[in-house]
């Protein structure tokens, strides 16, 4: 395995940080440290994603950044619909169209976007 001295760490960790901030460690404020932890979160998740990614002809790809800045990068197998699903569906659109006016467009999204989250996780 490749050792790097205590130099050349210090050369890569301060590039890291300029790539993922667009400041070197000796420039970050207060608010930098917090940007830079979130940054590093995103892109391990993003390389574990990429670890379990299936072809991307046979995959879904799905983006999803919560309000909090976390990032959710997935690749779902493509699958045949079948009428399990088609009965899923029905009933989900059921349930939300029950509301009607009383839940507005985003709040509907939200509640979906809730529960795909939680279905991902």
Known sequence: MLSLSEESEEEVIAGLAKQITGRYP????????????KALQNICKELENAAEQTAPEEACHLIF?????????????????????????????????????????????????????????
């Open 26 to 37: 000796e420039d970050f404020r207060q608010d930098t440290v917090q940007e830079y932890k």
């Open 65 to 121: 950044t919560d309000p909090q800045g976390i990032q959710m990068d997935k690749y779902l197998k493509a699958v045949e619909t079948d009428s399990v699903m088609v009965f899923a569906k029905a009933a989900v659109e059921e349930a939300i169209s029950e509301f009607g006016d009383s839940l507005e467009k985003e709040q509907k999204a939200k509640i979906l976007l809730d529960l795909l989250q939680q279905e991902l996780e």
